[in-house]
């Protein structure tokens, strides 16, 4: 199995200012019914919003391959030829999200 070429085949990149960088296959945006990332998921979403939450790969069951702490600001969402990046800050972090759109 070749790491390096499933990476590059994975249309969802999320990376961590300072941190890592996880690939995914798909990108969703949590609404909760709560206050807080520890509520209940209320609905998923296909565009952030402040106050959502980013979720790499949601599965049933509370599976996922990152979910971050709730956005509180979007500083940039561009789309350049077949790919967009948003920008955005959470509670604790900032992060730079790409999506192919291949």
Known sequence: ??????????????????????????????EWSGDTVGSRAKQLHDEPQVGYSCIIDP???????????EITEIESDVEVEDS??????????????YISKL
């Open 59 to 69: 599965q049933y069951s509370y599976q996922y391959t990152w979910l971050t702490t």
């Open 84 to 97: 967009r990046c948003i920008t955005f800050k959470t509670k604790n972090s900032s992060y730079k999200l």
């Open 1 to 30: 199995m070749d790491t390096n070429n499933e990476v590059l085949d994975k249309p969802v990149s999320l990376e961590k200012i300072g941190g890592g960088i996880c690939y995914g296959n798909q990108v969703k945006f949590v």
